[in-house]
């Protein structure tokens, strides 16, 4: 069974940084390329950035500059840095990754950005 497991999440200040980890078992993580999405109160859940199997990124336009995705196969983690965070930041973060045509999400994590 595949499973991803998210943590990092807590409360910042704008202008802070945190580092979310995205764990997975149950697959070949090196083998698959991963998503993080995110999902404001009220909102849907929307791209925030990728990470293929060769190591390329990209990210949404709104997060360009200030976060970076990062992988380390050995322990089949995904992560995320986070810098210069601010209060449109506050959201649920998940990670996924696509087996075939099925969508595999973790449970999310909670970040909060307020003075």
């Known amino acids: 069974q595949v499973q991803l497991v998210e943590s990092g999440g807590g409360l910042v200040q704008p202008g802070g940084s945190l580092r979310l980890s995205c764990t997975v078992s149950g697959t070949d993580f090196s083998a698959r390329r991963m998503d993080w999405y995110r999902q404001a109160p009220g909102k849907g859940r929307d791209f925030v950035a990728r990470?293929?199997?060769?190591?390329?990124?990209g990210y949404a336009a709104s997060v360009q500059g200030r976060f970076t995705v990062s992988r380390d196969n050995a322990k089949s983690t995904m992560y995320l840095q986070m810098n210069n965070l601010n209060s449109e930041d506050t959201a649920v973060y998940y990670c996924?990754?696509?087996?075939?045509?099925?969508?595999?999400w973790g449970q999310g994590t909670q970040v909060t950005v307020s003075s």
């Open positions: 990470i293929t199997t060769s190591g390329n990124t």
């Open positions: 996924r990754l696509l087996q075939g045509f099925a969508e595999i």
